[in-house]
């Protein structure tokens, strides 16, 4: 199984452009997670889904927007991208392991806002 | 206001050398969640503890959640250079009429030296 996809691994924006950050799961999970992630600031979630068709708001959402229209993707569009939306970006799916809810995660997205 | 505070923010220790880390809040937790983190990688789970004052044991790794779940520690035994990584301890609540939510400590940067 490839767990938890995120794509691209590195990317380069210019202040004021858009771009969508991809993540899929092969899991069948409902919840799905963004969380950002800047040095010594530990995780921080932006945005989350239940299911297809239902997202929320997390801590930090200013200036991103999410949608999920399967179960397997949920996608990350960051509109007109400033400095300070540098940072790595992790998507994450929520599943059940020894009775508990876990997290399983991708690799990260690094992306860059200059 | 961080929830979770995780102490040290750094270490940096000799190979074979013993350390602990904390976790600390003011707040319960209904379980909590330590998670390994290797350079440009997601968090992998490493274990949950879920009931007051409960011990578990992963080969030289040692997890304890506190008698009152407010407060946990990582202890390792004979680090070796494998263990070096960022480690995160996540705590779990539910919100009156939310869904089930988890916060994250900033972490704890181990770099264990041959």
């Known amino acids: 199984n490839a767990g938890v996809t995120q794509t691209p691994k590195f990317r380069i924006l210019k202040i004021g452009q858009s771009m969508t950050l991809q993540c899929a799961q092969d899991?069948?999970?409902?919840?799905m997670y963004w969380y950002r992630q800047d040095p010594g600031m530990g995780l921080k979630l932006i945005y989350y889904s239940v299911g297809a068709g239902i997202t929320d708001k997390g801590e930090v959402p200013n200036g991103y927007n999410v949608s999920r229209s399967t179960t397997e993707d949920f996608p990350l569009r960051l509109e007109l991208a400033a400095p300070s939306q540098t940072s790595v970006y992790f998507c994450?799916?929520?599943?059940?392991?020894?009775?508990?809810?876990?997290?399983?995660f991708g690799a990260g997205s690094r992306l860059t806002v200059l | 206001t961080q929830l979770l505070e995780q102490s040290p923010q750094f270490l940096s220790i000799q190979e074979g050398e013993n350390l602990t880390v904390y976790c600390n809040s003011s707040s319960v937790f209904s379980s909590l969640q330590w998670y390994r983190q290797e350079p440009g990688e997601g968090p992998v789970l490493l274990v949950t503890v879920v009931t007051g004052g409960e011990v578990k044991k992963l080969k030289r790794l040692t997890f304890q959640f506190g008698d009152a779940r407010k407060d946990s520690s990582l202890h390792i035994t004979a680090a070796q250079p494998g263990d070096t990584g960022l480690y995160l301890c996540?705590?779990?609540?539910?919100?009156?009429?939310?869904?089930?939510?988890?916060?994250f400590g900033k972490g704890t940067k181990l770099t264990v030296n041959p």
């Open positions: 994450a799916s929520r599943g059940r392991a020894s009775g508990a809810n876990v997290l399983t």
């Open positions: 996540a705590g779990v609540k539910w919100p009156q009429g939310g869904s089930e939510k988890l916060v």
């Open positions: 899991m069948n999970h409902n919840y």
